[in-house]
């Protein structure tokens, strides 16, 4: 089992609809997850750290089941800007480190007028 | 506030070559860590530095290597460069390494020939 997995995509959503990205990580003792953004040829930003209880800026909400070892990104109300390459990211490995982030293959998201 | 600096922002080396690529991390981070992305993937972890030690390593050959300095930034050293190199290189700048949130710079986009 990949130590990370994403949703492979890629989504193709319209203008204002809701889209949801999941990710599931094997390592349970991991203890920080985060969503990143990379736009095209460009570094991953740090779009969310995921907390345990849920947490929501604007019009993004993540969320944590530690239960079933996975993290969420739900986007409301989906913008042109927000077409992008959404990474996952969890910190740990299986040998027992908590120093590194482990990223998933990202989830390509293109947002049509 | 400036932001996580790399240099060069793109690099063309032979086969067999050497290069060394640079970072400088957000003021007043102590942390740097490393990583390699190919096309399509996720970033992958390559190292990580705190107060000039190395605090882990990735699954990567002997052929890579790395340092911090005393202001906190670092260079990240590649030997006998392998077509399978050519990647975007990540230095990512956080406050505490371990689970903390990372911000990455540019990257260097390293091409072999």
């Known amino acids: 089992r990949k130590e990370v997995e994403q949703d492979p995509g890629p989504f193709n959503v319209p203008e204002g609809a809701t889209v949801a990205f999941n990710c599931t990580y094997s390592?349970?003792?991991?203890?920080?997850f985060f969503w990143y953004r990379q736009d095209c040829r460009k570094e991953p930003k740090l779009l969310m750290s995921?907390?345990?209880s849920g947490n929501e800026d604007g019009r993004f909400t993540a969320q944590l089941n530690r239960a079933s070892q996975y993290i969420s990104l739900l986007i409301r109300d989906s913008k042109l800007s927000d077409s992008a390459t959404y990474l996952c990211?969890?910190?740990?490995?299986?040998?027992?480190?908590?120093?590194?982030?482990?990223f998933g293959k990202g989830t390509l998201l293109t947002v049509n007028p | 506030d400036a932001g996580v600096t790399q240099s060069p922002t793109h690099l063309i080396k032979t086969r067999g070559q050497h290069v060394t690529l640079r970072c400088s991390p957000i003021?007043?981070?102590?942390?740097v860590s490393w990583y390699q992305q190919v096309l399509g993937q996720g970033p992958q972890f390559i190292f990580q530095?705190?107060?000039?030690?190395?605090?882990g390593r990735g699954n990567f050959p002997d052929r890579f290597s790395a340092r911090q300095f005393p202001n906190y930034s670092s260079e990240l050293n590649v030997n006998a460069l392998l077509l399978g190199d050519s990647a975007l290189y990540l230095c990512?700048?956080?406050?505490?390494?371990?689970?903390?949130?990372?911000?990455f710079g540019p990257g260097t986009r390293l091409t072999v020939t």
């Open positions: 990512a700048s956080s406050s505490l390494g371990g689970g903390d949130e990372q911000y």
């Open positions: 390592n349970s003792a991991s203890q920080s």
């Open positions: 995921v907390y345990s």
């Open positions: 990211a969890v910190n740990g490995d299986s040998g027992g480190s908590n120093y590194k982030l482990t």
């Open positions: 003021s007043g981070h102590k942390s």
């Open positions: 530095y705190y107060e000039k030690e190395e605090r």
